[in-house]
């Protein structure tokens, strides 16, 4: 990695100089390395347990396990461009016992934005989240230990039956940290 320009410096940096290539500033930007990297330290320290994803095309998911078994990291990466699909309707299954305590994401506009992409720091989820179901497109499900599903809820958020429905951005690394009791 170097500090380099945006344009014309190495393509990998997690920070740049936003003046010109050949030019300085007093200024950086963060790339989008980065804002990724952010998205790792809740995982840190985990030991990695079986993840299931399906449906919704191009989504990959992975879960960790930490704290003798209380704490679980789900980070579902949502490689659809959001250009062509917008977002897909996904199911999250949660163990017996754990519930989400937060949620972040790092998105963007499409899989190609390199200057644009947008940050929503950890915070704890809202009672109703947007949820589109299996019936407006292409649906996944994520599963930390405990299965998959995907689901025609109408509302979005935590159902009676523990289960987690939400909308996810298309182009976008979506991270929930479920704690147990």
């Given at each position: 990695?170097?500090?380099?320009?945006?344009?014309?410096?190495?393509?990998?940096?997690?920070?740049?100089?936003?003046?010109?290539?050949?030019?300085?500033?007093?200024?950086?930007?963060?790339?989008?390395?980065?804002?990724?990297?952010?998205?790792?330290?809740?995982?840190?320290?985990?030991?990695?347990?079986?993840?299931?994803?399906?449906?919704?095309?191009?989504?990959?998911?992975?879960?960790?396990?930490?704290?003798?078994?209380?704490?679980?990291?789900?980070?579902?990466?949502?490689?659809?461009?959001?250009?062509?699909?917008?977002?897909?309707?996904?199911?999250?299954?949660?163990?017996?016992?754990?519930?989400?305590?937060?949620?972040?994401?790092?998105?963007?506009?499409?899989?190609?934005?390199k200057s644009a992409t947008q940050v929503v720091p950890a915070n704890p989820l809202p009672d109703s989240v947007p949820f589109s179901g299996d019936g407006a497109g292409a649906s996944g499900g994520a599963s930390s230990p405990g299965g998959a599903?995907?689901?025609?809820?109408?509302?979005?958020?935590?159902?009676?039956?523990?289960?987690?429905?939400?909308?996810?951005?298309?182009?976008?690394?979506?991270?929930?940290?479920?704690?147990?009791?």
């Open positions: 990695s170097m500090l380099g320009a945006c344009n014309g410096g190495a393509p990998m940096s997690l920070i740049c100089d936003p003046a010109d290539h050949g030019d300085r500033s007093n200024e950086f930007q963060v790339r989008p390395n980065m804002l990724g990297l952010r998205l790792l330290v809740p995982s840190v320290g985990g030991e990695f347990t079986r993840t299931a994803v399906d449906g919704g095309g191009n989504m990959s998911a992975y879960t960790v396990v930490k704290n003798d078994g209380r704490t679980l990291v789900t980070t579902v990466i949502n490689a659809n461009d959001a250009a062509k699909v917008g977002g897909n309707p996904v199911t999250v299954s949660t163990p017996s016992g754990f519930s989400v305590s937060s949620a972040s994401q790092v998105f963007g506009e499409s899989n190609d934005v599903s995907s689901s025609a809820a109408s509302n979005g958020g935590v159902g009676d039956d523990g289960k987690l429905r939400i909308d996810l951005a298309g182009s976008s690394v979506t991270v929930f940290v479920m704690s147990k009791g």
